[in-house]
C-alpha cells in the first residue's frame, strides 16, 4: 500500500453536492481531495429528471424546501448558465386535479418567494400545442432544465484552480480511527486494483443515498431510505416547457424538456438497495398511464429507454410515522457525527435536491470550517464558475449556433443527434483519458439523443482504440450493455424495430459477436424477449 502526502479534507462522493463541497473547502484554503468510485455523476445526480426547481412542486407541502429552490435557483442561473436551459415552467390543472389544491398553489408560491403567474389556457396551449386541451389553469413559474455533468465539471474546475484534487474511480474502502477522530483513509484505485493510505483531517461523507455505507466504514449507523424513481425518456421535445401537474407531487407527473429529449418523471418507491434500478413493464405502463393527463397522444410518441435513479432521503431516529418517501422532507441535513456518535471529524450531508446542492455544501463547510478552526466565509454564491458567460445559458441548438458562428461546414460529426464533433470528442478525450465511452456520453451527450448511440458508438470506439490498443470491443460491449439495460423495459413497436436493427449492425454487419468471448460480456448484447 503506498502512502500520499495528507490532505485537510476527504469529501467522498463525485455528484454535484460533493464537487460542490470541494469547491467551498477549496475557496476557503482547505486544501482537499474528492474520491468516486465511479465517474462523476453516475449515482443520483446523472440520474434524475433534470429539473432546476423552482420550489413550486414543494409550496404546498414542504414550505422550507421550496425557498431553498427558489433562492438556489436564482443564484445558479448567474454563477452557472452555461449549465441551464432557461425553458420556464407551467403547473397546469387536469380534470384531475383537486380544486383546494389549484387554488391554494399561488398563494403557497408567494409565501415561499416564488414567481408565480396564472396565464390564460389558451396562451399556455398555443405555446405548447402537445398539452391536454382540458386543462382548467395554467400558472407560470421559473423552472428551467439542468445538465449535470457540466455542472459537477464546473465546480471541479473551480476546486482545482483553488489547489484541490478529484480522483474518479476510486473509492473509499476503510477508515483508520485513533479514539474520536479518523486519521486516515485505504482509498482502492478501481482501474489498477491497487490503494493507497491518506492521512486527512477530516472527512465529509456526501454519497447521497450512499451514505450509510460510508457512515458504516467510520464505525458509525447512519439511516437513509432510498427512493427509487423511473423516468421515460422521449425520441422528441413534445414541449419547450417543464410541464408539471397541480397537484401533490405524485408519479408520472412532470415532463422536462433537456437537449432533443423530453423526460418523464417519476416514480417513488422504497428500495432497501441504493444500486438497485431493476425497472418493470408496469412501472413504465403506470407512468406512461399518468403521463397521458398531460399529454393525451404520449402513448403514440415512440420511447427511447428507460432509466431510474435513487433519492438520498434521509431517516432520521426521531422521524416516527413516516411511511411513504413522497411525505419525507426534501430539505437537507448535515449530520455532525461528533456530536450525534463521537466521531469529531466526520461529517454526512444527505437529503436535498441537485438545485440546492451549492447551499448544501454551504452548510456542511460552515461545520467543517468550525471545527478546523477557518473563518474564512463560503464565497460560492457570487462567484462565477469557470467557463461560463454571464447570462449566457444554453439552448437547444446552441451547438449548430456556435459551429456556424466560426464559419460553418464540414463539422466531422461523430453523434448527429447530440451534435457532437470529432474536435470535441478528442478534447474531452485529451483531458480525461483514460475513459469509457460511457464517461465520453455524460461529458458531451454522444449517444443520448434519438438513435441512442446506435450510429455514434462505433465511430467513437474508433477513436477510443487509437488511445489503447484492442480497447475498442470492450468499449464497445460496456456501453451497449448499458444502452440497452434502458431499452429493454420499453422495447415495443419502432423502439423495438431500432433495437433489433442497432443488433444487426454490432453483431452481425461488424461482427462483434466474434470478437469477444462468450459469457457475461456477449450476453449484454443479446436482444431480451419483447412485447411485439
Same mark, same amino acid.
Given at each position: 500500500m503506498s502512502e500520499t502526502r495528507p490532505f485537510d479534507v476527504i469529501v467522498v462522493g463525485g455528484g454535484a453536492t460533493g464537487a460542490g463541497v =470541494?469547491?467551498?473547502?477549496?475557496?476557503?484554503?482547505?486544501?482537499?481531495?474528492?474520491?468516486?468510485?465511479? &465517474? $462523476?455523476?453516475?449515482?443520483?445526480?446523472?440520474?434524475?429528471?433534470?429539473?432546476l426547481h423552482s420550489g413550486g412542486r414543494y409550496a404546498m407541502r414542504d414550505s422550507q424546501a421550496a425557498r431553498e429552490c427558489i433562492v438556489e435557483n436564482r443564484i445558479l442561473r448567474r454563477i452557472a448558465p452555461a449549465?441551464?436551459?432557461?425553458?420556464?415552467? $407551467?403547473?397546469?390543472? !387536469?380534470?384531475?386535479?383537486? *380544486?383546494?389544491?389549484?387554488?391554494?398553489?399561488?398563494?403557497?408560491?408567494?409565501?415561499?418567494?416564488? *414567481? @408565480?403567474? *396564472?396565464?390564460? +389556457?389558451?396562451?399556455?396551449?398555443?405555446?405548447?400545442?402537445?398539452?391536454?386541451?382540458?386543462?382548467?389553469?395554467?400558472?407560470? +413559474?421559473?423552472?428551467?432544465?439542468?445538465?449535470?455533468?457540466?455542472?459537477?465539471?464546473?465546480? /471541479? #474546475?473551480?476546486?482545482?484552480?483553488?489547489?484541490?484534487?478529484?480522483?474518479? $474511480?476510486?473509492?473509499?474502502?476503510?477508515?483508520?480511527?485513533?479514539? &474520536?477522530?479518523? %486519521?486516515?483513509? %485505504?482509498?482502492?484505485?478501481?482501474?489498477?486494483?491497487? %490503494?493507497?493510505?491518506?492521512?486527512t483531517r477530516f472527512v465529509v461523507s456526501a454519497a447521497g443515498a450512499w451514505?450509510?455505507?460510508?457512515?458504516? =466504514?467510520?464505525?458509525?449507523?447512519?439511516?437513509m431510505r432510498p427512493g427509487k424513481g423511473v423516468m421515460l425518456i422521449y425520441n422528441q421535445r413534445m414541449t419547450d416547457t417543464v410541464i408539471n401537474r397541480c397537484h401533490l407531487s405524485s408519479d408520472g407527473d412532470i415532463m422536462v424538456p433537456v437537449h432533443t429529449v423530453a423526460i418523464l418523471g417519476t416514480t417513488d418507491v422504497r428500495v432497501a438497495d441504493p444500486d438497485s434500478n431493476e425497472i418493470t413493464r408496469e412501472e413504465v405502463a403506470a407512468l406512461i398511464g399518468e403521463g397521458e393527463k398531460l399529454?393525451?397522444?404520449?402513448?403514440?410518441?415512440? /420511447?427511447?429507454?428507460? $432509466?431510474?435513479?435513487?433519492?438520498?432521503?434521509?431517516?432520521?431516529?426521531?422521524?416516527?410515522?413516516?411511511?411513504?418517501?413522497?411525505?419525507?422532507?426534501?430539505?437537507?441535513s448535515v449530520i455532525?457525527?461528533?456530536?450525534?456518535?463521537?466521531?469529531?471529524?466526520?461529517?454526512?450531508?444527505?437529503?436535498?435536491?441537485?438545485?440546492?446542492?451549492?447551499?448544501? #455544501?454551504?452548510? !456542511?463547510?460552515?461545520?467543517?470550517?468550525?471545527?478546523?478552526?477557518?473563518?474564512?466565509? @463560503?464565497?460560492?454564491?457570487?462567484?462565477?464558475?469557470?467557463?461560463?458567460?454571464?447570462?449566457? !445559458?444554453y439552448w437547444l441548438?446552441?451547438?449548430?449556433? *456556435?459551429?456556424? #458562428?466560426?464559419?460553418?461546414?464540414?463539422?466531422?460529426?461523430i453523434c448527429e443527434c447530440e451534435f457532437v464533433t470529432r474536435p470535441m470528442l478528442e478534447a474531452y478525450l485529451d483531458e480525461h483519458w483514460p475513459c469509457?465511452? &460511457?464517461? +465520453?456520453?455524460?461529458?458531451?451527450?454522444?449517444?443520448?439523443?434519438? @438513435?441512442?448511440?446506435?450510429? @455514434? %458508438?462505433?465511430?467513437?470506439a474508433g477513436l477510443v482504440s487509437e488511445r489503447g490498443a484492442g480497447a475498442e470491443t470492450d468499449a464497445i460491449v460496456d456501453y451497449l450493455r448499458e444502452r440497452f439495460m434502458g431499452t429493454r423495459p420499453i422495447a415495443s413497436g419502432r423502439q423495438l424495430q431500432e433495437l433489433w436493427m442497432v443488433h444487426g449492425m454490432y453483431l452481425g454487419s461488424l461482427g462483434l459477436e466474434s470478437l469477444v468471448d462468450r459469457g457475461p460480456a456477449s450476453a449484454a448484447v443479446e436482444v431480451p424477449n419483447a412485447r411485439r
Open positions: =470541494l469547491r467551498d473547502l477549496a475557496r476557503r484554503g482547505l486544501r482537499s481531495l474528492l474520491v468516486e468510485r465511479g &465517474d $462523476y455523476g453516475t449515482g443520483t445526480t446523472g440520474r434524475y429528471h433534470g429539473l449549465s441551464i436551459e432557461a425553458t420556464g415552467g $407551467y403547473f397546469v390543472a !387536469t380534470p384531475d386535479d383537486p *380544486e383546494d389544491y389549484v387554488d391554494g398553489f399561488p398563494a403557497a408560491c408567494a409565501a415561499a418567494g416564488i *414567481e @408565480c403567474e *396564472e396565464i390564460p +389556457v389558451l396562451q399556455a396551449l398555443a405555446r405548447e400545442p402537445a398539452l391536454n386541451p382540458k386543462i382548467r389553469r395554467v400558472f407560470r +413559474v421559473p423552472d428551467g432544465s439542468v445538465e449535470p455533468w457540466n455542472l459537477i465539471e464546473a465546480n /471541479l #474546475a473551480d476546486a482545482r484552480l483553488h489547489g484541490s484534487e478529484a480522483w474518479s $474511480y476510486h473509492r473509499v474502502v476503510g477508515f483508520e480511527r485513533a479514539g &474520536d477522530r479518523i %486519521t486516515a483513509a %485505504t482509498i482502492r484505485d478501481e482501474s489498477s486494483g491497487t %490503494t493507497s493510505r491518506i492521512s451514505a450509510g455505507g460510508i457512515a458504516a =466504514l467510520a464505525g458509525v449507523q447512519l439511516s399529454f393525451p397522444d404520449l402513448r403514440r410518441m415512440r /420511447l427511447l429507454r428507460a $432509466y431510474a435513479g435513487v433519492r438520498p432521503l434521509y431517516d432520521p431516529p426521531d422521524d416516527v410515522g413516516v411511511s411513504e418517501n413522497r411525505k419525507m422532507s426534501r430539505a437537507h455532525d457525527h461528533g456530536e450525534r456518535d463521537g466521531v469529531d471529524n466526520f461529517v454526512s450531508i444527505v437529503g436535498g435536491k441537485l438545485t440546492t446542492y451549492r447551499l448544501m #455544501a454551504e452548510d !456542511t463547510v460552515n461545520v467543517v470550517a468550525a471545527r478546523l478552526g477557518v473563518t474564512e466565509r @463560503c464565497t460560492t454564491a457570487g462567484a462565477v464558475l469557470p467557463n461560463q458567460v454571464q447570462g449566457k !445559458t441548438g446552441h451547438r449548430l449556433a *456556435e459551429h456556424e #458562428a466560426q464559419g460553418g461546414g464540414d463539422a466531422a460529426l469509457s465511452i &460511457d464517461d +465520453v456520453r455524460r461529458g458531451t451527450r454522444l449517444g443520448m439523443g434519438p @438513435c441512442q448511440g446506435g450510429f @455514434c %458508438t462505433f465511430r467513437a
